[in-house]
């Protein structure tokens, strides 16, 4: 069996807020809110093409939660977004309360990518594809 993303799940201490955010930011939708027997309330959201889902709850019943992190750190460092205009999406991004952290770069034989500091101090990437038609990936 082929194994893909199923989702990712953020942390959020207003996950109804940070949800419409990214309904705002990137055209998704909210598929389901609920409170879980945990104690947490999880909203399920969708990209707009259904290809992505991201879980955004708050911290189950007794559960302490750290800080955000949206600087390059090890483990889940960002996940990343398409983007056709970089520097449109960057100051769309910024008047929806993102703060530009790095970029835009041009990696050499690749895209453009800039990353930017989301709510709850996310760190989300943009990914350009090269104009020149090659193909190749951000990360």
């Keep these: 069996m082929a194994f893909r993303i199923n989702h990712i799940h953020l942390k959020a201490p207003d ?3 940070t949800a419409e955010w990214y ?3 990137f055209t998704c939708k909210i598929v389901g809110d609920e409170t879980r027997v945990f104690g947490d309330r999880f909203i399920r ?3 707009e093409d259904g290809g992505m889902n991201v879980n955004i709850s708050g911290a189950r019943t007794n559960e302490r939660l750290g800080p955000g992190d949206a600087s390059a750190h090890h483990g889940l460092e960002h996940f990343g977004f398409d983007s056709t205009h970089l520097e449109t999406d960057i100051k ?3 008047g929806l309360g993102a703060r530009l952290l790095e970029g835009p770069i041009q990696n050499p034989n690749g895209p453009r990518i800039a990353f930017l500091r989301a709510p709850d101090d996310v760190r989300v990437e ?3 594809a ?3 038609g090659a ?4 990360c």
Excluded: F, H, N
Aim: net charge positive.
């Design 23 to 25: 309904v705002r930011a």
């Design 130 to 132: 090269r104009k020149s």
């Design 126 to 128: 943009l990914v350009e």
């Design 15 to 17: 996950p109804r807020k």
């Design 92 to 94: 769309r991004l910024e």
């Design 45 to 47: 959201c969708q990209s």
């Design 135 to 138: 193909a190749a990936g951000g």
